[in-house]
């Protein structure tokens, strides 16, 4: 069973820059597709950044490209958060798919583990 928890995030000023981690503690190689995801405050929960490890494919919103970077090594999935903005402000969350099948890379319902969450607030 995968198990997910979440860390790094924090208060910054807009301009600075944060690095979640997203621990699988059951390492379950066998996970391909991870990603970031994000829930400001009253909005619906939105994809930041996909890492399929099948061929090191990675997908940003747009909202992010430029600025922030997902990786993995081994049993933890990262994301580098640089240049940050108040609208960077939200709950995320460290996601993986599990099972087979058709996946929407951006859609959580083709997410099967999720983990607690960590909060990002950014000030002007």
């Known amino acids: 069973q995968v198990q997910l928890r979440e860390s790094g995030g924090g208060s910054v000023q807009a301009g600075g820059s944060l690095r979640l981690s997203c621990k699988d503690s059951?390492?379950?190689?066998?996970?391909?597709?991870m990603g970031w995801f994000r829930q400001p405050p009253g909005k619906e929960r939105e994809a930041v950044a996909i890492?399929?490890?099948?061929?090191?494919r990675t997908y940003y919103t747009d909202s992010v490209k430029g600025r922030f970077t997902i990786s993995r090594d081994e049993d933890t999935l990262y994301l580098q958060m640089n240049s940050l903005k108040p609208e960077d402000t939200a709950m995320y969350y460290c996601?993986?798919?599990?099972?087979?099948?058709?996946?929407?890379?951006?859609?959580?319902?083709?997410?099967?583990?999720w983990g607690q969450g960590t909060q990002v607030t950014v000030s002007s």
């Open positions: 059951s390492y379950t190689y066998r996970i391909s597709i």
């Open positions: 996601a993986a798919r599990t099972r087979v099948g058709q996946i929407y890379y951006f859609n959580p319902d083709d997410y099967d583990s």
């Open positions: 890492l399929d490890s099948t061929g090191g």
